[in-house]
């Protein structure tokens, strides 16, 4: 394990001298102050933006994280009114950048392209919110999304916030069955999708993935009123060629509408609703222990501010400057970081709708070169599949503009944390490796890029107003150096309200673990210079490429199938994925471990979940590892799936046995 003996990196001269933040010492002093007097701290950033029914500082923050004592809860600004679309767009036009370009959008194929204006993006906004308001959506009410990569997905999230409903977007590479799950938990009658996108050379149907959902929501009760549907695909090129695409998707008459037809002719002015301080502003699905996915819910003012600020002082983003962030809307790195942080710092960002590998490998690097990118924002799975191919489909490009370049999603091992320094950034960039969750809202650890030495590997140090704390297994603080579960003990304005529908189900997750303070399920370790390295998953959860997923989850999947009688899934390490699924199975009688098996289950997952959450490996598992007192011990299962013998101590096992046959049975790939 990395340690303090790692090397120290130092932001490049030029860039410090000219960051917001551009030592140490001014780090630790806006630090100390946004603990101290958060009031002071965030109500100076708070004044930037437009408030239509004034701050009452009485109110400014209040919170419980103790359920000893009462309801978990946390407020900002409560009393306070403001809509985000009107700070995000009206107000960046009175200060002059009506005709700045809020995104450049970069289409699958090189030739597709298009830009967008603050002046224009408000527009549009307008008359989709329009729209909306003409199909009865009103304030409160959830609108589910499921978008590809393309203008028409930012109009729509800020469609809803202009009047007040609440976007649940679903990643668009999540299956029909997912999507149902989810429309029906959030009780959208409305549904915003494209008829279809490329991804390289594949061809996504997403409008016949919404009609399966659709009709599974039916199936339960749930009727959805209308479909708006982007026509994407005609107006893009294929890869074959220039040849559009016009096979048009089949519409359901009285349901389904053509954003086209309804869009162009609608009003491009919308008079905003004002929301509460408090009132919900998204929400936004992730994977639950249970397997039940979890509504992460986020309201208006402290969502706002905290998307804004951790923008402006991570990406030290300043206005002449290109952003991009390569994450997919559907996630909340592109809500926080392609959508909300940006537009309220008036940013130009570059929305891409692609993949890293099309038409070449070294599309990433093209891209930034167009666009002469100065911040740039991605993965480290990204990272890893990149660099498999070499430096000089790298150099192939001019990278100099970049000045900043984020990590988001899991640890960035550093072999790829080195890689990405010295041949993207030239040693001139300085990496901010951002640690954070959908829960959180926005980053909660990393270093600023112009103020602090970075280490290959650490997320570093609290954002502004975050005081993280590791506890051991009892609870007991760990002072400096050391290793535990990785909590905060305060609020901060971005950090999640609520699950969705299930406050309870938020206190006992979040809260119950440790009283009074919030439990992120991810270890870390403090080294002696005060670096937090995070160490991953303390619970039942797999990170595979950067999507978080619950053993539960896909077990519950598995065990669906008739011959299946039991499923254990645990993580193993994979070199370009991070994770990737190592699933043991019990077959029932009438089952046969046969490749045909293999290939069902892993279709099935794909089908149930997406194609994301597929299998590496599935071994036959006659019985697995339990205690006595039936509990599955992953810790065993995780030695089995990397071979490595030293299992430790087995003795509370029900039958050693199964251990010995496990190993013997591993598949010959695996
Ligand atoms: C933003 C996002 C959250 C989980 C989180 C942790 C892992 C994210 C990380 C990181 C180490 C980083 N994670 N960033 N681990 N270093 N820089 O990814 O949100 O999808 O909710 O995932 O991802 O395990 O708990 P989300």
């Known amino acids: 394990?990395?340690?303090?003996?790692?090397?120290?990196?130092?932001?490049?001269?030029?860039?410090?001298?000219?960051?917001?933040?551009?030592?140490?010492?001014?780090?630790?002093?806006?630090?100390?102050?946004?603990?101290?007097?958060?009031?002071?701290?965030?109500?100076?950033?708070?004044?930037?933006?437009?408030?239509?029914?004034?701050?009452?500082?009485?109110?400014?923050?209040?919170?419980?994280?103790?359920?000893?004592?009462?309801?978990?809860?946390?407020?900002?600004?409560?009393?306070?009114?403001?809509?985000?679309?009107?700070?995000?767009?009206?107000?960046?036009?009175?200060?002059?950048?009506?005709?700045?370009?809020?995104?450049?959008?970069?289409?699958?194929?090189?030739?597709?392209?298009?830009?967008?204006?603050?002046?224009?993006?408000?527009?549009?906004?307008?008359?989709?919110?329009?729209?909306?308001?003409?199909?009865?959506?009103?304030?409160?009410?959830?609108?589910?999304?499921?978008?590809?990569?393309?203008?028409?997905?930012?109009?729509?999230?800020?469609?809803?916030?202009?009047?007040?409903?609440?976007?649940?977007?679903?990643?668009?590479?999540?299956?029909?069955?997912?999507?149902?799950?989810?429309?029906?938990?959030?009780?959208?009658?409305?549904?915003?999708?494209?008829?279809?996108?490329?991804?390289?050379?594949?061809?996504?149907?997403?409008?016949?993935?919404?009609?399966?959902?659709?009709?599974?929501?039916?199936?339960?009760?749930?009727?959805?009123?209308?479909?708006?549907?982007?026509?994407?695909?005609?107006?893009?090129?294929?890869?074959?060629?220039?040849?559009?695409?016009?096979?048009?998707?089949?519409?359901?008459?009285?349901?389904?509408?053509?954003?086209?037809?309804?869009?162009?002719?609608?009003?491009?002015?919308?008079?905003?609703?004002?929301?509460?301080?408090?009132?919900?502003?998204?929400?936004?699905?992730?994977?639950?222990?249970?397997?039940?996915?979890?509504?992460?819910?986020?309201?208006?003012?402290?969502?706002?501010?905290?998307?804004?600020?951790?923008?402006?002082?991570?990406?030290?983003?300043?206005?002449?400057?290109?952003?991009?962030?390569?994450?997919?809307?559907?996630?909340?790195?592109?809500?926080?970081?392609?959508?909300?942080?940006?537009?309220?710092?008036?940013?130009?960002?570059?929305?891409?709708?692609?993949?890293?590998?099309?038409?070449?490998?070294?599309?990433?690097?093209?891209?930034?070169?167009?666009?002469?990118?100065?911040?740039?924002?991605?993965?480290?799975?990204?990272?890893?599949?990149?660099?498999k191919f070499g430096e000089q489909i790298v150099k192939k490009h001019n990278l100099s503009t970049l000045k900043v370049m984020g990590s988001v999603g899991e640890p960035i091992n550093p072999e790829a944390w080195l890689w990405y320094y010295k041949v993207v950034g030239h040693e001139k960039a300085s990496i901010v490796d951002t640690f954070w969750q959908t829960e959180t809202g926005g980053h909660v650890l990393t270093t600023l890029p112009g103020a602090l030495p970075m280490k290959p590997g650490a997320a570093g140090f609290p954002f502004f107003g975050v005081q993280p704390v590791l506890l051991d297994e009892n609870g007991k603080e760990i002072k400096g150096e050391g290793e535990g579960y990785l909590v905060f003990s305060r609020p901060w304005p971005g950090l999640m309200r609520t699950l969705y529908g299930s406050h309870d189900r938020y206190e006992v997750t979040y809260f119950s673990k440790f009283p009074g303070y919030y439990c992120t399920g991810d270890g870390a370790r403090r080294d002696a210079d005060g670096y937090l390295w995070v160490t991953g998953r303390v619970d039942d959860m797999l990170n595979v490429s950067g999507h978080l997923m619950s053993t539960a989850e896909i077990e519950s999947v598995l065990t669906e199938h008739e011959h299946v009688s039991e499923a254990a899934v645990v993580a193993k390490p994979h070199p370009v994925k991070g994770e990737c699924l190592y699933c043991f199975i019990t077959l029932s009688e009438q089952g046969t471990y046969n490749e045909a098996l293999l290939k069902e289950l892993k279709t099935h997952v794909r089908e149930r979940i997406g194609p994301f959450a597929q299998p590496d490996v599935i071994q036959n598992a006659p019985a697995l590892p339990k205690t006595r007192s039936g509990k599955i011990m992953r810790r065993i299962l995780r030695k089995v799936a990397v071979n490595d013998r030293e299992v430790g101590d087995i003795s509370t096992l029900a039958e050693t046995g199964v251990v010995e046959q496990l190993f013997a049975m591993r598949p010959p790939n695996a």
Not at 93 to 101: A, E, M, S, Y
Not at 191 to 217: F, N, Y
Not at 375 to 387: D, E, K, N, V
């Open 1 to 387: 394990m990395p340690s303090e003996q790692s090397p120290l990196f130092y932001p490049d001269l030029a860039l410090s001298k000219n960051a917001y933040v551009s030592s140490s010492a001014e780090y630790q002093q806006m630090y100390k102050k946004s603990i101290e007097n958060p009031e002071e701290f965030w109500g100076e950033i708070a004044r930037q933006f437009h408030w239509e029914t004034p701050i009452d500082s009485d109110k400014f923050f209040r919170y419980n994280f103790d359920l000893t004592k009462g309801p978990i809860f946390n407020k900002w600004l409560d009393g306070a009114t403001t809509n985000i679309s009107y700070n995000l767009l009206d107000r960046n036009i009175r200060n002059g950048h009506g005709d700045k370009i809020a995104y450049y959008w970069e289409g699958n194929h090189p030739d597709d392209y298009s830009r967008l204006t603050y002046k224009k993006l408000l527009e549009e906004v307008c008359r989709f919110a329009n729209v909306l308001k003409s199909l009865g959506v009103k304030k409160g009410d959830r609108v589910a999304i499921y978008m590809p990569m393309i203008l028409e997905a930012v109009i729509t999230l800020l469609a809803c916030t202009r009047i007040g409903a609440v976007h649940s977007l679903v990643f668009a590479g999540f299956s029909s069955d997912s999507f149902a799950e989810r429309i029906t938990d959030c009780e959208a009658r409305i549904i915003v999708t494209a008829d279809g996108v490329w991804r390289g050379e594949k061809l996504l149907q997403l409008k016949s993935i919404c009609d399966q959902a659709m009709a599974k929501c039916a199936q339960e009760g749930h009727n959805v009123q209308h479909c708006i549907v982007v026509s994407h695909l005609e107006r893009v090129t294929s890869p074959s060629g220039s040849q559009r695409h016009s096979n048009r998707t089949p519409m359901t008459e009285g349901r389904d509408i053509w954003w086209q037809d309804v869009v162009p002719q609608a009003s491009t002015s919308c008079y905003p609703e004002w929301m509460q301080a408090e009132d919900p502003l998204f929400m936004l699905y992730t994977s639950g222990s249970t397997g039940k996915p979890k509504g992460v819910l986020h309201t208006t003012a402290g969502y706002l501010l905290y998307a804004a600020t951790t923008f402006k002082y991570v990406f030290d983003y300043k206005l002449n400057d290109v952003y991009w962030c390569t994450a997919d809307i559907g996630w909340i790195t592109g809500h926080s970081y392609v959508v909300y942080g940006p537009l309220a710092n008036a940013a130009t960002s570059v929305l891409f709708e692609g993949t890293p590998f099309y038409p070449d490998n070294d599309r990433f690097w093209a891209v930034i070169d167009k666009y002469k990118v100065t911040q740039f924002y991605t993965a480290p799975t990204a990272i890893r599949a990149l660099m």
